[in-house]
């Protein structure tokens, strides 16, 4: 539901130099997402009317990268004014000029930030009656964090940026998460006052909660029992570790769900991955994007699904998919490579080391072992030799291959496309076929077999090969 009364504000402007990357830190990703989507996708969940993305440094990239999956979202450029007071500042100035309720701002590089942990902390806002509540953690290395300075009574006095932190201030465990819960109003109010008279130079939101004090109001604050949802990403280790962290939430969750996740240290799943129960991962597993996985099927090991569709109780081991369906109780693997449009009916095999690729494999079909089907259309029942290889290419552009239901092709068979297989077709072994094979036909590819006898001694000799041959000559 759609709370009028709560806007929702995103940091995503800083450059994020430590990472040292083309790329904007907050599209960064981990689980699927870049770690702003992450923030959104949780902002989204919460339903405010409201939500604006704060955006500056590699502006255009960040919005073409967002706009499409958060069109709720609402970009709001900053200028060249730096810090947090000014992003905030500017998006509380694109907000309807009536608009009179709670603003949640949360930073575009803290993707571990769950709904249920937000909406606890607005409920304590609310509760509180306090204009503005901030998050905080305890923890036991402060370094880098602005300091949660409390008064002779308990309550946030200030707070004190790490470059602006006397030794005493430094020393302070209480951090401030970076996310924050005020009235509309208060913002409004207090924005304008803030200046840039500290180390960085900039205009700190954290200078609202002093400003507050100054004028006897009070702040509240919400301390959070799990200090891994205040985590941000700054370097490419810290992206890593909360990479990890999030991909154990993921991963529990499937197993409560019901899946069998029998090596979760080896195990990824995308948040936007979907498994049913009695399904099971086998170590070293990755399933990625919004790959679905039906009831029964086994996964892995060793094996990478983007964007698969795995049917019930089908098996898929060591394998490499992308954009591939695969049937109700179908087997996949060992070392096969399923690239885009694959789709395996139910019952069908693709075997140890088969490549396959815009291919509709039919019913109880299979596919078992050192092949390549492309741009193929493959019907029920069908047994392609060891070594078919669909050659689809004529250096200039890709055609089809269709084969009909209950076709056999031999080992080693070329099948030079376009060409159709009637039902029922069969090859013989080493067949290259360059022309439609009627049902139940047998194609061949025949050439009468010569033997060159001697050939060997006369112009091998003194080989180990010449000399066994002259044994078992002399033996004949």
Same mark, same amino acid.
């Given at each position: 539901?759609?709370?009028? =009364?709560?806007?929702?504000? *995103?940091?995503?402007?800083?450059?994020?130099?430590?990472?040292?990357?083309?790329? %904007?830190?907050?599209?960064?990703?981990?689980?699927?997402? %870049?770690?702003?989507?992450? *923030?959104?996708?949780?902002?989204?969940?919460?339903?405010?009317?409201?939500?604006?993305?704060?955006?500056?440094?590699?502006?255009?990239?960040?919005?073409?990268?967002?706009?499409?999956?958060?069109? &709720?979202?609402?970009?709001?450029?900053? !200028?060249?004014?730096?810090?947090?007071?000014?992003?905030?500042?500017?998006?509380?100035?694109?907000?309807?000029?009536?608009? !009179?309720?709670?603003?949640?701002?949360?930073?575009?590089?803290?993707?571990?930030?769950?709904?249920?942990?937000?909406?606890?902390?607005?409920?304590?806002?609310?509760?509180?009656?306090?204009?503005?509540?901030?998050?905080?953690?305890?923890?036991?290395?402060?370094?880098?964090?602005?300091? *949660?300075?409390?008064?002779?009574?308990?309550?946030?006095?200030?707070?004190?940026?790490?470059? $602006?932190?006397? !030794?005493?201030?430094?020393?302070?465990?209480?951090?401030?998460?970076?996310?924050?819960?005020?009235?509309?109003?208060?913002?409004?109010?207090?924005?304008?006052?803030?200046?840039?008279?500290?180390?960085?130079?900039?205009?700190?939101?954290?200078?609202?909660?002093?400003?507050?004090?100054? &004028?006897? &109001?009070?702040?509240?604050?919400?301390?959070?029992?799990?200090?891994?949802?205040?985590?941000?990403?700054?370097?490419?280790?810290?992206?890593?570790?909360?990479?990890?962290?999030?991909?154990?939430?993921?991963?529990?969750?499937?197993?409560?769900?019901?899946?069998?996740?029998? $090596?979760?240290?080896?195990?990824?799943? $995308?948040?936007?991955?979907?498994?049913?129960?009695?399904?099971?991962?086998?170590?070293?597993?990755?399933?990625?994007?919004?790959?679905?996985?039906?009831?029964?099927?086994?996964?892995?090991?060793?094996?990478?699904?983007? $964007?698969?569709?795995?049917?019930?109780?089908?098996?898929?081991?060591?394998?490499?998919?992308?954009?591939?369906?695969?049937?109700?109780?179908?087997? *996949?693997? %060992?070392?096969?490579?399923?690239?885009?449009?694959?789709?395996?009916?139910?019952?069908?095999?693709?075997?140890?080391?088969?490549?396959?690729?815009?291919?509709?494999?039919?019913?109880?079909?299979?596919?078992?072992?050192?092949?390549?089907?492309?741009?193929?259309?493959?019907?029920?029942?069908?047994?392609?030799?060891?070594?078919?290889?669909?050659?689809?290419?004529?250096?200039?552009?890709?055609?089809?291959?269709?084969?009909?239901?209950?076709?056999?092709?031999?080992?080693?068979?070329?099948?030079?496309?376009?060409?159709?297989?009637?039902?029922?077709?069969?090859?013989?072994?080493?067949?290259?076929?360059?022309?439609?094979? %009627?049902?139940?036909?047998?194609?061949?590819?025949?050439?009468?077999?010569? =033997?060159?006898?001697?050939?060997?001694?006369?112009?091998?000799?003194?080989?180990?090969?010449?000399?066994?041959?002259?044994?078992?000559?002399?033996?004949?």
């Amino acid at each position: 539901m759609t709370q009028n =009364n709560l806007a929702i504000i *995103v940091l995503a402007a800083g450059q994020g130099t430590r990472m040292k990357s083309r790329r %904007p830190k907050v599209l960064h990703e981990i689980a699927g997402r %870049p770690l702003v989507g992450h *923030v959104l996708t949780t902002a989204r969940s919460l339903g405010a009317s409201h939500i604006e993305v704060v955006v500056r440094h590699e502006r255009e990239q960040v919005v073409t990268a967002l706009a499409a999956d958060y069109p &709720d979202a609402v970009f709001v450029d900053q !200028d060249d004014v730096p810090g947090t007071g000014r992003a905030v500042q500017v998006a509380i100035d694109a907000l309807p000029a009536d608009f !009179d309720g709670d603003v949640l701002v949360l930073s575009g590089d803290c993707p571990l930030a769950d709904a249920e942990t937000l909406s606890s902390f607005l409920d304590e806002h609310r509760a509180s009656g306090a204009p503005a509540t901030l998050m905080t953690a305890v923890v036991d290395d402060p370094t880098g964090y602005g300091r *949660v300075i409390r008064d002779a009574d308990g309550g946030v006095d200030r707070i004190v940026e790490q470059k $602006d932190a006397s !030794d005493d201030e430094a020393s302070v465990r209480e951090i401030n998460a970076g996310m924050y819960a005020f009235r509309s109003e208060t913002l409004r109010r207090y924005l304008p006052e803030i200046g840039v008279d500290n180390a960085q130079g900039e205009m700190y939101l954290t200078d609202v909660p002093g400003l507050l004090r100054r &004028d006897g &109001d009070r702040v509240a604050a919400s301390v959070v029992s799990d200090v891994t949802v205040t985590f941000g990403v700054n370097d490419r280790a810290q992206l890593a570790l909360v990479g990890r962290l999030l991909n154990q939430r993921i991963v529990r969750r499937w197993q409560r769900e019901g899946v069998t996740v029998v $090596d979760p240290d080896t195990t990824w799943i $995308d948040d936007d991955a979907t498994l049913a129960p009695d399904v099971t991962i086998l170590p070293n597993t990755q399933i990625l994007r919004a790959t679905v996985i039906a009831e029964g099927a086994t996964v892995g090991p060793d094996t990478t699904l983007v $964007d698969c569709e795995v049917g019930a109780d089908a098996v898929v081991k060591r394998t490499d998919a992308t954009l591939a369906v695969i049937g109700a109780k179908a087997t *996949v693997g %060992p070392f096969s490579f399923l690239r885009p449009g694959t789709v395996l009916g139910a019952g069908g095999k693709i075997g140890a080391y088969v490549e396959t690729k815009n291919a509709e494999i039919g019913e109880s079909s299979k596919v078992p072992h050192l092949s390549y089907v492309g741009d193929a259309t493959i019907g029920r029942g069908v047994n392609l030799g060891a070594g078919t290889i669909t050659a689809n290419y004529d250096d200039v552009n890709k055609h089809r291959t269709v084969v009909g239901d209950e076709v056999h092709t031999g080992s080693h068979t070329v099948l030079v496309a376009p060409v159709r297989l009637g039902a029922g077709a069969k090859t013989g072994a080493g067949a290259v076929v360059r022309k439609d094979v %009627p049902a139940g036909a047998l194609a061949m590819s025949v050439a009468p077999q010569r =033997n060159i006898d001697g050939w060997v001694e006369k112009n091998r000799a003194g080989t180990g090969a010449a000399d066994a041959a002259a044994r078992e000559r002399s033996a004949e």
